[in-house]
């Protein structure tokens, strides 16, 4: 986790090269664990290549950046299907940053399958605890409206 913790930080203090060599190294050390105990690294390599597709896509790389959230989502998806309680909620951020990368890389298509999927369930999680996931419904949401080009349909409305 330290590294992970180490690369925000360096990224808050403007040191992206910094922040992408320790994302990096622990996408690296972490997918290393996970090759041997799958069932208790899985989900903090997901984290890992999650920031480091944030971190890529802050430098440009978006390709790299797509790549890695990919991965995640791949990754996080296999957990949902496995653990729905523990999982659903990481699974809608990664789709929520996939939606994000591919909408940027001109996949408005693949970012709205990624965005629709992420409010439905985030929809579901809000059924259940509405207080914890109203406001990631709320962003995944205004996503989608911008991906939607929710204002040449309606001029009237602000996303």
Do not use: W
Request: proline share 5%; aromatic share 4%; charged share 25%.
């Amino acid at each position: 986790m330290s590294l992970n913790n180490l690369g925000a930080m360096l990224s808050e203090l403007g040191d992206r090269q910094g922040a992408l060599v320790a994302a990096r190294e622990s996408a690296a050390m972490r997918r290393n664990l996970a090759e041997k105990h799958p069932e208790a690294f899985l989900p903090n390599l997901a984290v890992s290549l999650n920031n480091l597709g944030a971190m890529l896509a802050e430098l440009g790389d978006r390709e790299g950046a797509l790549e890695a959230a990919r991965e995640s989502v791949e990754i996080r998806r296999k957990l949902a299907e496995e653990h729905p309680e523990a999982f659903l909620p990481d699974l809608a951020k990664s789709l929520n940053n996939l939606g994000a990368m591919l909408s940027e890389l001109g996949d408005r298509q693949g970012a709205l399958v990624a965005a629709r999927e992420s409010i439905e369930i985030r929809r579901k999680l809000v059924e259940e605890h509405p207080e914890a996931f109203l406001p990631d419904l709320a962003m995944s949401q205004l996503r989608l409206c911008f991906n939607e080009q929710v204002p040449t349909v309606y001029p009237r409305l602000r996303c």
